[in-house]
């Protein structure tokens, strides 16, 4: 670096070494910009990125992205070549342009293209906005998404807005059916993203934001909070899973229905020291669990992901949470449960009956 800085100054002195390093610095910025593009991910699976639109929304959005790259690319690309133009010919002959001319030449191409070039741009996002902002068809799903630190309480209401299911960090949707969602926050700001799916859109207390989607592939798409909330914001992810219209129904039917009762002696144990010990935070529909301060446990075993999308739903996992949460996800308001092995073996038991 100090080599470097050593020889910019010294090319001060010497404008002929100067411009043929500013036209090396030139391909290597460009080359790089080329390689990065080239490094753009094509798995799609879980992927995060608003490039692999998966909704109607999400494609107006990406087509918007495109529009905006392109424009930015074109543009970059011109203003570098009349910069290298000015540099590597400006230093050795007068300029080819009258005084009248060059004053023109500014005026057109610094002031005039880039007012039309951007009023272009923010008019095409303020309508891209407006459209993807539009409200819901009225045969839209309606689903309810709290955001809680750093958890998601997904609540599905049924056509008088009464709530039939009630889930968590797992949202299902049909297929090629509208979903409109309405968000609210339970304590602090968030902010709802599903990338592939919609844009942002923020979960503020007091307040109900909507956003709505229609998603046209089938698959697994995660989200995140999109605004800092906390500790834990990092981990406040979800999944939404978009399924066909029949296995979606069958899905919320499930959803829908009690906890299944114990079987064994080992589950019914499970209950008993899940009743004693997480019932006051967490509620299992069917028992006498019914804290509202967490999660909706009824039908856990059916969810993929633990603890919003931090950890996949296996037992291991889940008896590591259970015995000490603050290790895993620290600041979170779940407290250790103090539970003996055997104890701790019949609650996860119990806990992967719940499907
Ligand atoms: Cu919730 Cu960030």
């Known amino acids: 670096m100090n080599q470097f800085i050593g020889r910019m100054l010294t090319n001060r002195i010497n404008p002929v070494h100067q411009t043929s390093h500013a036209g090396l610095w030139l391909v290597l910025l460009c080359a790089l910009s080329s390689g990065a593009l080239a490094q753009l991910p094509t798995d799609t699976s879980m992927s995060q990125s608003a490039l692999h639109p998966a909704s109607s929304q999400a494609q107006d959005i990406e087509l918007l992205w495109w529009i905006m790259f392109w424009a930015s690319v074109i543009i970059f690309t011109a203003v570098m070549a009349l910069l290298a133009w000015g540099l590597l010919s400006g230093r050795r002959r007068p300029s080819v342009l009258?005084?009248?001319?060059?004053m023109r030449f500014v005026l057109v191409a610094g002031v005039a293209i880039?007012?039309?070039?951007?009023?272009?741009?923010?008019?095409?996002?303020?309508?891209?906005?407006?459209?993807?902002?539009?409200?819901?068809p009225p045969d839209a799903l309606q689903v309810r998404v709290t955001g809680w630190m750093w958890w998601w309480e997904i609540e599905?209401?049924?056509?008088n807005g009464e709530v039939v299911a009630t889930t968590a960090n797992e949202m299902h949707v049909p297929v090629d059916r509208p979903v409109a969602v309405e968000l609210a926050s339970g304590d602090v700001i968030h902010s709802f993203w599903v990338p592939r799916l919609q844009g942002k859109t923020d979960m503020v207390p007091g307040k109900t934001n909507n956003s709505w989607f229609t998603a046209t592939e089938t698959g697994e798409f995660r989200g995140q909070c999109a605004e800092f909330c906390g500790l834990q914001h990092a981990l406040m992810a979800f999944v939404v899973v978009a399924q066909p219209e029949a296995e979606f129904a069958n899905w919320l039917q499930r959803q829908a229905s009690p906890a299944n009762t114990p079987t064994t002696e080992a589950a019914q144990h499970g209950l008993e020291i899940f009743e004693q010990n997480c019932g006051q935070c967490h509620r299992i529909r069917g028992t006498n669990a019914i804290g509202s301060l967490g999660p909706d446990l009824t039908h856990l075993a059916s969810r993929n992901t633990l603890a919003a999308a931090t950890l996949p739903n296996k037992r291991g996992h889940l008896a590591g949470w259970i015995s000490d949460p603050q290790r895993i996800k620290p600041g979170n308001n779940m407290p250790r449960t103090l539970l003996s092995p055997q104890e701790l073996n019949?609650?996860?038991?119990?806990?992967?009956?719940?499907?």
């Open 98 to 102: 009258s005084t009248t001319a060059s």
């Open 346 to 355: 019949h609650l996860l038991i119990f806990l992967d009956s719940l499907d």
């Open 156 to 159: 599905y209401l049924d056509d």
């Open 114 to 136: 880039p007012a039309l070039v951007l009023s272009a741009l923010v008019g095409g996002s303020l309508m891209l906005g407006r459209s993807i902002a539009s409200t819901p």
